[in-house]
T-cell receptor
Framework: DAGVTQSPTHLIKTRGQQVTLRCSPI?????VSWYQQVLGQGPQFIFQ???????GRGNFPDRFSARQFPNYSSELNVNALLLGDSALYLC????????????FGEGSRLTVL | QQQVKQSPQSLIVQKGGISIINCAYE??????FPWYQQFPGKGPALLIA?????SEKKEGRFTISFNKSAKQFSLHIMDSQPGDSATYFC????????????FGPGTSLSVIP
């Protein structure tokens, strides 16, 4: 079975631009979470979605938004990019009965110049 | 209160030795404590997890020790191998509330021959 897939794997943007990152969860997983991982740090929670509804939001500005589609795939959008948004953005899916067991994709590496 | 603390930041162990990573938490509502392993360029992968109703869980060379009263838990890697060289993250969540998973800052483990 395919794992969590994310696209694009790498991208470079300039300050002020907007970016959309995409994630396809493991088949049968209805929950998707997004994390930001700055180099040398642990993943920081951004959003959690379950059955297309936002279940949780981390301490990130309103420039960050996300949504989940009927097929449970998800998008993360970041507007007005700042240099500090440069990071690895990780998507994870999980089963409803074991939401703490996250299955991560390999991430999208965003560089903001 | 949502923070998970982790030490040491980095660890060098000789092949065949025991690697020990320690974590502490404050939120007594946490009821699921996973450990994730991350190799360079990859997303984190679940290694082993424990719930607070047991004090120890062992899977192969990996053991979690859990001290509920002290709000601490640790990962022991027995007979450490060069292939274990990776970054390890402890984490915690309140599964009962379908809450987000909080990650520690990570420990970079190097196992030298």
């Amino acid at each position: 079975d395919a794992g969590v897939t994310q696209s694009p794997t790498h991208l470079i943007k300039t300050r002020g631009q907007q970016v959309t990152l995409r994630c396809s969860p493991i088949s049968g997983h209805k929950s998707v979470s997004w994390y930001q991982q700055v180099l040398g740090q642990g993943p920081q929670f951004i959003f959690q979605y379950y059955e297309k509804e936002e279940r949780g939001r981390g301490n990130f500005p309103d420039r960050f938004s996300a949504r989940q589609f009927p097929n449970y795939s998800s998008e993360l959008n970041v507007n007005a990019l700042l240099l500090g948004d440069s990071a690895l953005y990780l998507c994870a899916s999980s089963l409803e009965y074991n939401p703490g067991e996250l299955f991560f994709g390999e991430g999208s590496r965003l560089t903001v110049l | 209160q949502q923070q998970v603390k982790q030490s040491p930041q980095s660890l060098i162990v000789q092949k065949g030795g025991i690697s020990i990573i320690n974590c502490a938490y404050e939120n007594t509502a946490f009821d699921y404590f996973p450990w994730y392993q991350q190799f360079p360029g990859k997303g984190p992968a679940l290694l082993i997890a424990i719930r607070p109703d047991v004090s120890e869980k062992k899977e192969g060379r990996f053991t979690i020790s859990f001290n509920k009263s002290a709000k601490q838990f640790s990962l022991h890697i027995m007979d450490s191998q060069p292939g274990d060289s990776a970054t390890y993250f402890c984490a915690a969540s309140n599964e009962g509330s379908y809450d987000k998973v909080i990650f520690g800052p990570g420990t970079s483990l190097s196992v030298i021959p």
